[in-house]
């Protein structure tokens, strides 16, 4: 039983994600065939995901990224 459980692990979260990642599909294809390249879609694409660096595992803390690791800082980022 405990195989059948590993199957269906991320079956939640494909449902909770799945209408969410349909639709930005959908308008990264409509761009793209709007435009006539993929090129804007991969910019906004990693302007999304720097923001969610920024915003969720830095918490909005840009000196995060600069902060001296040897200090024992790393605690505070890590929990």
Do not use: E
Request: proline content about 3%; glycine content about 16%.
């Amino acid at each position: 039983m405990v195989q059948g459980r590993l199957i269906l692990q991320g079956v939640s979260a494909v449902l909770a994600m799945g209408p969410g990642m349909f639709i930005a599909s959908m308008l990264y294809g409509t761009l793209a065939r709007r435009m006539g390249t993929i090129l804007p879609g991969i910019v906004i694409h990693a302007l999304g995901d720097l923001a969610r660096v920024y915003f969720g595992a830095l918490r909005g803390d840009g000196r995060l990224l600069f902060m001296n690791w040897k200090s024992g800082l790393w605690l505070r980022f890590a929990v």
